[in-house]
């Protein structure tokens, strides 16, 4: 089984930066492909990046385009959202997902996953 623990959001101004983190326990195989998916209230989940380590492949989402990046500590088997120029709109629950390699499914898809964290609420301030 694989666990995953998040952390670092919070509320922030428009405009300011937040850094989330999630770390991977448990089987690798289980974790090969890491993403952060959001949902804001009344809203679809939706992809914002993803992360594989096989190959170390990045697939943005609409979101992350511009703004948003993914980074990893491979020792800690940790992902990294670093969010930039925030807006009210990014407000939402970021959920951090892991899911094993299988590269005949897109990343951006809910189905590319297996296991979730519990979710970090990040607010934006206009």
């Known amino acids: 089984q694989v666990q995953l623990v998040e952390s670092g959001g919070g509320t922030v101004q428009a405009g300011g930066s937040l850094r989330l983190s999630c770390a991977a326990s448990?089987?690798?195989?289980?974790?090969?492909?890491m993403g952060w998916f959001r949902q804001a209230p009344g809203m679809e989940r939706e992809f914002v990046v993803a992360?594989?380590?096989?190959?170390?492949?990045?697939t943005y989402g609409d979101p992350a385009k511009g703004r948003f990046s993914i980074s990893r500590d491979t020792a800690r088997r940790t992902v990294y959202l670093q969010m930039n120029s925030l807006k009210p709109e990014d407000t939402a629950v970021y959920y951090c997902?892991?899911?094993?390699?299988?590269?005949?499914?897109?990343?951006?898809?809910?189905?590319?996953?297996?296991?979730w964290g519990q979710g970090t609420q990040v607010t934006v301030s206009s």
């Open positions: 997902a892991a899911g094993p390699g299988r590269p005949w499914i897109s990343s951006s898809l809910r189905s590319a996953y297996t296991y």
């Open positions: 448990g089987p690798t195989s289980g974790s090969d492909t």
């Open positions: 992360f594989r380590w096989s190959d170390r492949s990045t």
